[in-house]
């Protein structure tokens, strides 16, 4: 599909900047009040809270005064309990105008250990420039850029024509498990000629990107087993293989001497290479002194486009607890990313049969829970060059297409759904945002300029017509 060719004229930026920079204060007001909510899809934190952040969201929809209904809708999942609430709203296009789609997730990450925040992770906490807590930028920032580039557009626009459509998804941080039947049960309310995913970062705070590749992840629960019950470590302690100490044998054999992923079979990918010293990459990821980076490839490259394996959890005795005792089993949790373009089914047996083959002892794998999502590829069209104009105009620097070593499956399901639209990954972190992390922030200068493009994008495609 194909859409008039427009331009944001000076003037205008120039009023929608005057209308971000009026409405900014309450606009940051919001998204603390969003925060304060800890909204976790996970099975073992309260659910209550979901139902809370989605009446939220829908309330901040609702007040806009754009849409034909606002919702919260859940669809099951493949197992057939309900999934987590989401928030569905649409307004239909007007005189041929596209029709955009934007995504965002009310959900959030668990905080993790209290004692590694500096603040209270569920009170956003304002220190310079920068607002902390759990999901300030990932992704209540993103939901907010939405929420106030829509207002932005109910002022400035006079006749609206854009049909708009809102889906704030409320299990992302959890794999997104209803995700699949949510698109099949509304499909046609989420039909678009543009999606907008704002879930992802920039290069820096300086210079906004747009995200066009991702790489796909495969998770996988598995437990060793070596014994049928546990043993004083010291009355059968030297010829006993214990669980503990087969897995991490196990475990390391995961990464070869270099770094590099040892699970046969998976492919690495050429990325876009822009300036990125080794410097940057200890700053940003906060290494210690004398601690070297790992693989072989370029920084980018091992982080866009090669597999790369983590530890995410055990099921060990913690040492507080601990006694004189071999274990008789072990549960770990790893999560392998793959290169874009791998088949994250393909990456799944590689996993299973590397672990098999190198289970030392002769010990027993049990697989448990996994997950699985692809990878993406953007597709170049109208909107991502209309979006890079604007994300210029509107950061110090001009804007660049970056891939990230992270993944978001769902993205590949709106591609396969909905083949003719194009898709602009967008998002407000940047480098030191922490998502996932203790002391989660959202760089504020970012968002108002995430926010200011993204009324510009809606307010140029307001004035698109197809032809």
Same mark, same amino acid.
Request: no cysteine.
């Given at each position: 599909?194909?859409?008039?060719?427009? %331009?944001?004229?000076?003037?205008?930026?120039?009023?929608?900047? %005057?209308?971000?920079?009026?409405?900014?204060?309450?606009?940051?007001?919001?998204?603390?009040?969003?925060?304060?909510?800890?909204?976790?899809?996970?099975?073992?934190?309260?659910?209550?809270?979901?139902?809370?952040?989605?009446?939220?969201?829908?309330?901040?929809?609702?007040?806009?005064? &754009?849409?034909?209904? /606002?919702? !919260?809708?859940?669809?099951?999942?493949?197992?057939?309990?309900?999934?987590?609430?989401?928030?569905?709203?649409?307004?239909?296009?007007?005189?041929?105008?596209?029709? /955009?789609?934007?995504?965002?997730?009310?959900?959030?990450?668990?905080?993790?250990?209290?004692? &590694?925040?500096?603040?209270?992770?569920?009170?956003?906490?304002?220190?310079?420039?920068?607002?902390?807590?759990?999901?300030?930028?990932?992704?209540?920032?993103?939901?907010?850029?939405?929420?106030?580039?829509?207002?932005?557009?109910?002022?400035?626009?006079?006749?609206?024509?854009?049909?708009?459509?809102?889906?704030?998804?409320?299990?992302?941080?959890?794999?997104?498990?209803?995700?699949?039947?949510?698109?099949?049960?509304?499909?046609?309310?989420?039909?678009?000629?543009?999606?907008?995913?704002?879930?992802?970062?920039?290069?820096? !705070?300086?210079?906004?990107?747009?995200?066009?590749?991702?790489?796909?992840?495969?998770?996988?629960?598995?437990?060793?087993?070596?014994?049928?019950?546990?043993?004083? %470590?010291?009355?059968?302690?030297?010829?006993?293989?214990?669980?503990?100490?087969?897995?991490?044998?196990?475990?390391?054999?995961?990464?070869?001497?270099?770094?590099?992923?040892?699970?046969?079979?998976?492919?690495?990918?050429?990325?876009?290479? &822009?300036?990125? %010293?080794?410097?940057?990459?200890?700053?940003?990821?906060?290494?210690?002194?004398?601690?070297?980076?790992?693989?072989?490839?370029?920084?980018?490259?091992?982080?866009?486009?090669?597999?790369?394996?983590?530890?995410?959890?055990?099921?060990?005795?913690?040492?507080?607890?601990?006694?004189?005792?071999?274990?008789?089993?072990?549960?770990?949790?790893?999560?392998?990313?793959?290169?874009?373009?791998?088949?994250?089914?393909?990456?799944?047996?590689?996993?299973?049969?590397?672990?098999?083959?190198?289970?030392?002892?002769?010990?027993?794998?049990?697989?448990?829970?996994?997950?699985?999502?692809?990878?993406?590829?953007?597709?170049?069209?109208w909107a991502a060059e209309l979006a890079k104009e604007i994300l210029g105009r509107v950061w110090p620097e001009p804007a660049v297409e970056i891939g990230v070593g992270g993944s978001i499956p769902f993205i590949s399901e709106f591609a396969s759904v909905f083949p003719e639209a194009e898709i602009l990954v967008t998002g407000v972190e940047d480098p030191d945002s922490r998502a996932h992390s203790p002391n989660e922030s959202q760089h504020l200068p970012t968002?108002?300029?995430?926010?200011?493009?993204?009324?510009?994008?809606?307010?140029?495609?307001?004035?698109?017509?197809?032809?």
């Amino acid at each position: 599909m194909t859409f008039s060719k427009v %331009s944001v004229s000076s003037e205008l930026q120039a009023k929608v900047e %005057s209308f971000v920079q009026e409405n900014f204060s309450q606009a940051v007001g919001d998204l603390g009040e969003l925060v304060k909510i800890p909204g976790i899809a996970w099975p073992s934190f309260d659910p209550s809270n979901l139902n809370r952040s989605a009446d939220a969201v829908k309330n901040l929809l609702s007040a806009t005064g &754009l849409f034909d209904f /606002v919702e !919260i809708r859940t669809a099951l999942k493949p197992n057939g309990e309900p999934g987590s609430p989401a928030v569905l709203a649409r307004r239909a296009a007007r005189n041929d105008a596209p029709h /955009v789609l934007l995504y965002a997730h009310h959900d959030v990450q668990p905080p993790g250990n209290p004692e &590694l925040w500096e603040s209270e992770p569920f009170q956003a906490t304002l220190k310079g420039d920068r607002l902390y807590g759990r999901g300030v930028s990932d992704d209540k920032a993103g939901v907010i850029t939405h929420v106030y580039a829509l207002k932005s557009l109910a002022e400035l626009a006079g006749d609206i024509n854009l049909g708009i459509t809102l889906f704030i998804e409320g299990e992302e941080e959890a794999g997104s498990e209803s995700f699949s039947n949510f698109l099949a049960d509304n499909r046609e309310e989420l039909a678009a000629d543009l999606i907008i995913v704002a879930d992802s970062g920039n290069w820096s !705070i300086d210079t906004p990107a747009l995200t066009s590749t991702l790489r796909g992840v495969v998770s996988q629960t598995f437990t060793l087993k070596t014994m049928d019950h546990a043993l004083h %470590s010291g009355m059968f302690g030297g010829p006993l293989p214990d669980a503990m100490t087969a897995m991490v044998k196990l475990l390391a054999t995961l990464n070869d001497e270099n770094g590099n992923v040892a699970v046969a079979g998976l492919k690495t990918v050429d990325v876009a290479e &822009l300036p990125f %010293s080794d410097v940057d990459f200890r700053e940003q990821a906060g290494l210690l002194d004398g601690v070297e980076r790992i693989g072989t490839h370029s920084l980018l490259k091992q982080n866009w486009g090669a597999p790369a394996v983590t530890i995410i959890g055990l099921d060990a005795p913690a040492v507080a607890t601990s006694s004189n005792t071999a274990q008789p089993q072990i549960t770990a949790r790893i999560s392998m990313r793959l290169a874009p373009g791998e088949d994250p089914n393909h990456g799944l047996a590689m996993l299973r049969e590397h672990l098999v083959k190198h289970a030392p002892f002769g010990a027993h794998i049990e697989f448990g829970h996994f997950e699985q999502g692809p990878g993406y590829f953007a597709k170049q069209g109208w909107a991502a060059e209309l979006a890079k104009e604007i994300l210029g105009r509107v950061w110090p620097e001009p804007a660049v297409e970056i891939g990230v070593g992270g993944s978001i499956p769902f993205i590949s399901e709106f591609a396969s759904v909905f083949p003719e639209a194009e898709i602009l990954v967008t998002g407000v972190e940047d480098p030191d945002s922490r998502a996932h992390s203790p002391n989660e922030s959202q760089h504020l200068p970012t968002l108002k300029r995430a926010i200011a493009a993204e009324s510009m994008l809606l307010l140029a495609g307001n004035q698109m017509r197809r032809s």
